[in-house]
């Protein structure tokens, strides 16, 4: 039977959280996923001992995984990254970019220079040093596929965390730009829009009583799990999506679109 992603190679860079015994992150989920579906993964990310035990059991299962030590900001350990893949499976076609950091600035006036720096860089720095040292392997294989991991925040503000919304709309403007640049040599660039999504990066502070609180503000009724994001941007890898580039999907369950309750 032929999987959706028989003979892909894809480097998953913020994947780490891709161990089912555990709170799962969206991206390691599209991990798990793309190589039950036939493809060759590299999981990238700086959480060294989550992304080596995501591994481990992924290969347990019969599964084509390895992982590389990858901070998104160092454009060494993005070279390195991709010559691993390269020089492993000899090709790449896709790369799904969704390390990020929370924002802990509360107003313009009490961010420090160093937070914004530092978010910005893991976004921003990241995405362009990211789509640069994939293009030419992308390329070489024919064409490819990047998606990146927005927020739904590209699109709507809160009254904080200035820094996190900014970098994330950047980062859908950085993907039109990309998406005709090297659509000619057949890499498309889209990205995901998530809302509030239960996974690492939010359980500490999603408590039970908080995301009753979001669902309120969900038309969908509730908070996303890991596979309402994975969906999306295994759509946006796949060749489904084979004419869709420079494009937003926003998986949000209704958030952006809702002027909220009348009363
Ligand atoms: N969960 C949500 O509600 C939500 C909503 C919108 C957007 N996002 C964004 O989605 C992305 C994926 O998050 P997730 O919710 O699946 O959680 P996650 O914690 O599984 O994924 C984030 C990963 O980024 C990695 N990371 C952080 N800094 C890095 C760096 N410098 N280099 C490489 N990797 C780095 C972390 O180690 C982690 O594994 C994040 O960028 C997050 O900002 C999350």
Redesign the pocket.
Known sequence: MSGRFDGKVALV?????ADESR???????SALEIARSGGMVVI????DE??ERSVRKMKEAGLAADYVH?????ES?WTEAVAFTTAKHDRLDIMI??????DRGETIESTDVDSWRRVM???NL?MFLGTRSVVGPMRRSGGGSIVL?????ARVVRDQANA?ATS?AGMTHFARSAAVQYGSDNIRVNCV??????????SGA?DDEWQKRLASRVPLGR??D?SD?AGPILFLASDEAKYVTGSELLADGGVVGWIGPMD
């Open positions: 860079v913020g994947g780490a959280n709170l799962l992150g969206f991206a390691g989920l990238a990310d700086i959480d989550a992304g990858l901070d998104v900001t160092s350990d970019m969704a390390a990020g950091i929370p860089d893991v976004t990241g991991i927005s927020s739904m925040m996190y994330r829009l998530p809302g509030w999504t239960l996974t690492p990066f939010t999603f908070v996303a890991a994001i």
